[in-house]
């Protein structure tokens, strides 16, 4: 990345890219956000794309394409079986991470599911350093339980630890002489975490963590979605990593794992998804899983136009420039509301940047759901969509009462080169009015909750008139908006 200097500036993030395609965004007048946030029950998975200014829900399966994978996508190679296609990607992959053997699947939780409905038995364990929603529910479906060994600090939201998502290796020890390692399914290390945050775990860590996995014959799994960040930390946070190449730095750590999957929804910037194998036999027992539940084993679900896009995405992963830019937008951001005071989770990871909800709107219990009604509110005062990472979140324990979420979050996705600074600061402006009006922030009750995932599909309504109050201050600062 090229050191550029500035003369009346510390440091501003620089988008290496250029805009050629553009989408017009939509942003509707302060009153009709307040309609249409109750239209969607309070509930930001229900509002429209069309009604949002910036749409900061997730990262995936939304980052901008380049030219050079547009352009690829008019060779793609159109076949049932044996797509030329699916050779090539099969082919730039092993490349990039020297294992052989490629399952195409859909998307990040097919490969899951393939994962671990082949692994996973009654009573087994899966080690990790920290659970994704749809990892856990893979295992915990077929009767298996995960085991989160992330070190404590990892959960400390405000630190300037720079490998947060790391491994306590003490407790995997204390683990695998707990349960047995028979009885051990896998070792799952997710590179970065992202339900605390993006954090990035460091090379050093993985390969202790993988060793002491072999030493016990256990299987080592890297989860690789969000690698792309977690590439960026550790060439610029870890020490003895510095002068290695991102080329080289993936290959080191592709080394360490019998089996890498990814979401191409975030790694490779576009939608689908693989498991890498290293091991033929293994491969072949996998096979019928992708025949029967995603599609035939060159295509797998996915389209073989995202496929050769992908291709090119996963070249453009190993340039320091590309995977440069969220995580610098994201620091920007975190250290921009941090000066301010608003509560962050520090330091900036990758994926997003995340507010400490439980801190922000204190005032609100848990059982009214404060990073719901946070997020409720940053649509109202601003059309900025991020996504709710707290107790609206959790399932009711079995008697009925709230299951209370560890940390309270709001999310506020990067999706990668796709917002310029200007918006970046746009973003950080009204989170930073909504923090100094936020006693006027109130808490949420469910008028309709679903049994399972209530927070995609429930609707909710204010404990109280405070949407309107809120709507009448920001107003009153801000004017109607109508132009
Ligand atoms: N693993 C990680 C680390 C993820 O972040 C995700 C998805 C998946 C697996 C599942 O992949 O969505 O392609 O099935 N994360 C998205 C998010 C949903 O918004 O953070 P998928």
Redesign the pocket.
């Given at each position: 990345m090229p050191n550029i200097k500035f003369y009346d500036h510390a440091q501003i993030p620089m988008e290496m890219h250029k805009v050629k395609i553009v989408q017009k965004l939509n942003l509707l007048p302060a009153r009709q956000r307040l309609v249409k946030m109750e239209e969607a029950g309070y509930n930001t998975f229900m509002l429209h794309n069309g009604d949002i200014f910036m749409d900061m829900?997730?990262?995936?399966g939304v980052n901008a394409m380049s030219d050079n994978m547009q352009a690829a996508m008019l060779h793609a190679d159109d076949a049932y079986a044996g797509s030329e296609t699916f050779y090539r990607m099969r082919d730039k992959l092993e490349e990039i991470m020297g294992i052989k053997y490629l399952l195409p699947a859909h998307?990040?939780?097919?490969c899951?599911h393939i994962i671990a409905q082949h692994f996973v038995k009654p009573g087994s364990t899966v080690i990790m350093n920290y659970h994704?929603t749809?990892?856990k529910a893979h295992v915990t479906r077929l009767g298996g339980k995960v085991e989160e060994l992330v070190k404590d600090e990892g959960l400390v939201t405000k630190s300037t630890l720079p490998f947060k998502g790391n491994i306590d290796l003490e407790k995997v020890k204390a683990c695998i002489e707990k349960e047995g390692a028979e009885n051990i399914a896998y070792m799952r290390l997710?590179a970065g975490t992202?339900l605390i945050g993006g954090q990035p775990i460091s090379y050093e860590n993985m390969k202790e963590a993988t060793d002491l996995a072999k030493q016990y014959g256990i299987l080592t799994v890297l989860?690789a979605?969000?690698l792309q960040d977690n590439l960026y930390f550790i060439k610029i946070r870890e020490e003895s990593m510095k002068d290695k190449s991102i080329r080289e730095i993936t290959r080191m750590i592709a080394d360490l794992f019998d089996i890498v999957y990814f979401?191409a929804?975030?790694f490779g910037f576009g939608r689908g998804?693989g498991i890498l194998v290293r091991d033929e036999a293994m491969f072949h027992e996998l096979e019928d899983y992708v025949t029967m539940f995603e599609g035939f084993l060159t295509y797998g679900g996915m389209s073989v136009k995202e496929m050769e896009a992908l291709i090119i995405g996963f070249e453009e992963t190993m340039d320091m420039d590309v995977i440069s830019q969220a995580p610098q937008f994201i620091k920007y951001c975190v250290d921009e509301l941090d000066k301010y005071g608003v509560p962050m989770v520090t330091p900036g990871g990758g994926?997003g940047a995340h507010i400490n909800a439980r801190e922000f709107v204190d005032h609100i219990p848990s059982e009214q759901y404060p990073s719901g009604a946070l997020v409720a509110a940053l649509y109202m005062c601003g059309g900025i969509r991020g996504?709710e990472r707290g107790t609206l979140s959790e399932e009711r324990n079995p008697d009925g009462t709230e299951h209370i979420a560890s940390v309270e979050m709001v999310r506020l996705?990067f999706p990668r080169r796709v917002f310029t600074l200007s918006q970046t600061e746009y973003v950080i402006d009204r989170v930073k009015w909504l923090y100094d009006h936020r006693h006027l922030i109130g808490g949420l009750r469910f008028v309709h909750e679903p049994k399972t995932l209530r927070f995609f599909t429930g609707k909710l309504e204010p404990v109280s008139d405070w949407p309107q109050k809120l709507m009448e201050a920001y107003i009153a600062e801000f004017g109607e908006e109508i132009e």
């Open positions: 829900l997730t990262d995936s998307q990040g939780r097919a899951e994704f749809t990892s997710e992202n989860d979605s969000l979401s929804r975030k998804g994926l996504m996705a």
